[in-house]
């Protein structure tokens, strides 16, 4: 593709609000679970499919036909809440791409698990010990297993394909070289590095910080015309400043640290304090956020994974004083050009 294409790269806010939760409509009007298109000519593709994500996606006027891929930048609920209805309606409309399937890549098995809060007075028991920590490939696999009864119906009875030979589900491979440990070394230096290619998009990844979280992935889109990076859920961290240089656009997550001490304020139990904690450990501020934009020479910041979900625009407001390219707060089905202007 030349630059002359006309590709129009832009992306569609599926849906702009962080967390496990299902946030109550305030004044911003009610957000949907972290979703993102990245719409690119005729294709898109999709960065992570959180919780009301497969609702939007109806509504935004894509056609399912045109997916080329799914990102998943970590295996978070809040961020892959819709995967099982992608893999089980997604057949309807994708019958035909036995010979393409759509490819979901995403991190692979953290390999063990995290450490213990040192806030536990008890050590509590993980979920399913024999195999705790699946990755991508593994956790699409056991959800579409989960509904066998269903697809079983759906595959014997009137001859659909089966959604594990529509949708190709893989693993990350993290550089060898990169020093990464999921305990030890979660979030290493190092240069992004290719995890797909088309003609139309390179799409390259980078390790951050979002503890107990490993690995967690930032992903930037590189086209012809313009570049769009999308942080994933993440701390401030010089990775994700590497990963966005000069980026044409920035969607990156913002924690109104205000609200998390107003909900943990009356709270003494240790659960309470241990979810303080993570907040502060793992998230960015309004303002840190404005400020690795800036210091990414991006064009174009976009907040989402905004938590609270249900806070009115004016909180996220600060990152505007911050930042002094342009700035935006989408709402949930907002298009954002990303056509290079520099």
Do not use: C
């Not at 241990?274 to 991006?298: I, M, Q, W």
């Amino acid at each position: 593709m030349t630059p002359t294409s006309s590709l129009k790269p832009h992306i569609v806010t599926l849906g702009t609000a962080g967390g496990p939760r299902w946030w109550a409509a305030a004044d911003s009007g009610e957000r949907t679970g972290i979703a993102t298109a990245v719409v690119v000519g005729d294709a898109f593709y999709l960065v992570d499919f959180g919780q009301g994500a497969g609702r939007r996606l109806s509504q935004s006027g894509l056609e399912l036909k045109d997916l080329r891929a799914l990102f998943i930048t970590h295996l978070h609920s809040d961020h892959v809440y819709d995967l099982a209805g992608l893999g089980i309606f997604g057949l309807y409309a994708l019958t035909d791409r036995t010979d393409s399937p759509v490819k979901i890549i995403g991190p692979g098995n953290r390999g063990e698990l995290p450490a213990v809060s040192p806030r536990a007075v008890v050590e509590p028991q993980p979920l399913a010990p024999e195999n705790p920590t699946p990755g991508t490939r593994q956790m699409f696999e056991q959800l579409m297993k989960a509904h066998a009864t269903d697809l079983n119906d759906r595959i014997l009875d009137s001859l659909r394909p089966s959604p594990l030979d529509i949708f190709h589900a893989e693993d990350i491979r993290i550089p060898a070289d990169s020093g990464y440990h999921p305990n030890n070394n979660p979030t290493p230096d190092m240069e992004p590095f290719e995890v797909y290619r088309d003609e139309l998009v390179t799409v390259t990844a980078i390790l951050v910080e979002h503890p107990p979280v490993a690995p967690a992935f930032a992903f930037r889109f590189d086209t012809a015309e313009g570049s769009v990076t999308i942080s994933g859920d993440t701390a401030y961290t010089q990775n994700m400043i590497t990963l966005a240089q000069d980026t044409d656009l920035l969607l990156h997550e913002a924690i109104d640290f205000a609200w998390v001490e107003s909900l943990y304020a009356d709270k003494t139990d240790e659960s309470s304090r241990a979810s303080r904690d993570h907040h502060y450990k793992s998230h960015t501020s309004v303002r840190e956020a404005a400020k690795l934009a800036e210091t990414a020479g991006a064009g174009h910041l976009a907040l989402h994974h905004l938590v609270p979900g249900s806070a009115s625009e004016s909180v996220w407001q600060e990152a505007g004083e911050h930042f002094s390219g342009t700035f935006t707060v989408p709402n949930d089905l907002d298009t954002i050009p990303f056509a290079r202007q520099r």
